[in-house]
Nanobody
Framework: EVQLVESGGGLVQAGGSLTLSCATSGFTFDDYGIGWFRQAPGKEREAVSCWSKSEGITYYADSVKGRFTMSSDNNKNTVYLQMNSLKPEDTAVYYC?????????????????WGQGTQVTVSA
């Protein structure tokens, strides 16, 4: 069974940091791309950081460039999202998802399995 489980969300003050984890299981980690998305109340789900192993490319949304870093631990089949200099506008539910596409894709419809999400709240 394919599973993606996010953790690490919470409440943090503006300027603070959080590290989200996405633990995956049920599939061959190296064969898939992983993306981090977020959805704020009343807004559409948007790609934050998406990664293609085959291309060796990581996409970052303009709004998070220089502040967020995506990484992975292949031994643990886990992907991380290090978030620094957090802003109130980063407040959202954050999801990780899996894609079978070997190129970087930033559209949610190309991802087939999703985690349950973890809430990130940044206070001013």
């Amino acid at each position: 069974e394919v599973q993606l489980v996010e953790s690490g969300g919470g409440l943090v003050q503006a300027g603070g940091s959080l590290t989200l984890s996405c633990a995956t299981s049920g599939f061959t980690f190296d064969d898939y791309g992983i993306g981090w998305f977020r959805q704020a109340p009343g807004k559409e789900r948007e790609a934050v950081s998406c990664w293609s192993k085959s291309e060796g490319i990581t996409y970052y949304a303009d709004s998070v460039k220089g502040r967020f870093t995506m990484s992975s631990d292949n031994n643990k089949n886990t992907v991380y999202l290090q978030m620094n200099s957090l802003k109130p506008e980063d407040t959202a539910v954050y999801y990780c998802a899996r894609t079978s596409y070997t190129i970087v894709v930033i559209t949610a419809e190309f991802y087939d399995y999703w985690g349950q999400g973890t809430q990130v709240t940044v206070s001013a």
